[in-house]
């Protein structure tokens, strides 16, 4: 199931939703009463104001996500400022929840068979109006400080060592009490002002209505591939960040996630769109690799291809073997608890053995070979989020979205070479070593499901009659782009930005 807990969604502020919350409220409220030991008329506002954007938020989210919302149904998992709980009160949200159902606002699709959460999703006039409304641009609430950085580890057995568990030796995550220090101070002062500048912003994607409904469905049947906090959802209201830091230590990993287009495919990221503005994403080359190297203090040609191990006939970054190398290289240097299989697809598709991948890679980086097991991943990853920092920073500070991808950013296609020049400069100042970048294609709708090496094929194949359209295609275009909703989405945005 792709549905997620409904504090879990931001909390949205448009002047529908606040219609809305104004009937639910005056509903809640209509037969208030003050007495002796009773909170004030104020205080249940409050509170159902708090909860009740939440919920009317998150199911207008659904909605258009074509998915249901969890709600907790026990009182034990509601808690506040607890790790892990709903942070609302059990007693409110169950009268909120109660309220909204009496409404015919809201119907179960799914009650778990142990009864510890219910799946709800928009109904009668609510749903009716939430498609009047269409998908629409609406402000997120800002992430609370406290909330910006989360720090994680695995259940351990007596020894200290992952309990890993199944045919997949899967570990469970656990959260853990960030400590406190100078140092996470400034990591959440400076990811509360990068998402107080994203929420601000509109990022989308131009895409027709049906291969946007195509990419729905394609997110919703993929497979997790174990990263931390990827949605198989389209969510374009979750545009701020949350970094978080592994293994019980503010030392490794770091990187952010929960940006919605970070669980986007890479062949579908072209197709985003900064405040409707087109985009490029440049990708640092091998940087794992090379932060290895640079921690070792030996030098790796910045030019170099760090993922041609060997293999017959390389094509060099236009490869289409490449990413399995790196994903596999990537798998291998986080394998800490040295359990990592190369999966039989990959080998196939390299037409190499295990151990023959290994010996490759051993001859091409022996000092790789050496870190194996020992954790180094996620001490790079650690880097690499600093350096993510690092580059945002710059860029917000000129007041120029920039969105992240771990090792690569998005940013509007006009700042491609200051991006790539402050990717560079960030590098050699943390590291002090040079490294090369990669940059992807941009791409419009009918580019939809393309390789890169199949856009550049067909852009050599094409003549010069290529983009002569009569008057006729082009009214006929602009009629369809205005049905998108997509486009009705960046329109909603440009009238917020445009009034405030």
């Not at 194996?372 to 690499?384: A, E, H, V």
């Not at 690092?390 to 998005?410: C, G, N, R, T």
């Not at 275009?477 to 909703?485: A, D, P, R, S, T």
Request: some cysteine; aromatic content about 8%; hydrophobic content about 35%.
């Amino acid at each position: 199931m792709n549905d997620l807990r409904f504090d879990w969604y931001p909390s949205l502020s448009s002047p529908q939703l606040e219609e809305r919350l104004g009937v639910l409220l005056e509903e809640l409220l209509r037969n208030y009463k003050s007495g002796q030991g009773v909170p004030s008329r104020d205080t249940y506002e409050e509170s159902y104001r708090t909860i009740g954007t939440n919920l009317l938020s998150a199911l207008y989210a659904a909605h258009h996500a074509k998915e249901a919302v969890s709600v907790p149904k026990r009182s034990g998992s509601y808690k506040k400022n607890t790790l892990r709980k709903v942070n609302h009160s059990y007693r409110y949200t169950r009268e909120v929840y109660g309220k909204l159902e009496s409404l015919g606002w809201l119907k179960v699709s799914q009650v778990a068979k142990d009864g510890s959460y219910t799946r709800i999703i928009a109904a009668g006039d609510l749903a009716r109006a939430f498609d009047e409304w269409g998908l629409i641009w609406m402000l997120p609430e800002l992430l609370p400080e406290k909330d910006c950085v989360l720090l994680r580890d695995v259940k351990r057995d007596k020894e200290s060592k992952p309990i890993r568990t199944g045919k997949t030796k899967k570990t469970t995550k656990i959260d853990l009490e960030v400590p406190e220090s100078e140092l996470t101070d400034q990591h959440r002062t400076n990811l509360s002002y990068i998402n107080d500048k994203l929420r601000q912003h509109c990022i989308s994607l131009a895409l027709s209505n049906e291969h946007l409904l195509q990419l729905q469905k394609e997110m919703a049947t993929k497979k997790n591939d174990g990263a931390d906090d990827t949605y198989r959802s389209l969510h374009f209201q979750r545009v701020q960040l949350t970094r978080i830091f592994s293994r019980g230590s503010m030392e490794l990993g770091g990187r952010f996630y929960r940006g919605w287009w970070q669980s986007l495919p890479s062949t579908h990221r072209p197709h985003i769109r900064i405040d409707g503005k087109k985009t490029v994403e440049v990708d640092y080359s091998g940087i794992s690799l090379r932060i290895i190297y640079a921690l070792a203090g030996q030098a790796f040609d910045a030019n170099a291809d760090p993922y041609d191990i060997g293999l017959p006939q390389w094509k060099g970054p236009s490869d289409s073997r490449r990413k399995s190398v790196k994903k596999i290289i990537n798998a291998l240097i986080n394998d800490e608890d040295d359990v990592y299989s190369i999966p039989k697809k990959n080998l196939k598709l390299l037409k190499v053995t295990d151990d023959e991948f290994r010996s490759l890679l051993a001859k091409k980086h022996p000092l790789i070979q050496k870190e194996l097991s020992s954790g180094i991943g996620l001490k790079t990853q650690y880097i690499d989020s600093q350096l993510a920092q690092a580059v945002m920073l710059d860029f917000w500070k000129e007041d120029i979205v920039v969105l992240p991808v771990h090792d690569s950013f998005i940013v509007p296609a006009g700042f491609q070479m200051a991006l790539e020049a402050s990717m560079k400069h960030h590098f050699n100042l943390l590291t002090g070593s040079d490294i090369s970048v990669e940059t992807e294609i941009i791409k419009l709708d009918e580019h939809f499901g393309l390789s890169k090496d199949e856009l550049l094929e067909l852009e050599a194949e094409a003549d010069e009659s290529l983009g002569v359209v009569s008057g006729i295609e082009s009214w006929d275009g602009l009629v369809n782009e205005q049905k998108k909703i997509t486009t009705k989405y960046v329109t909603s945005w440009q009238k917020w930005n445009i009034s405030s």
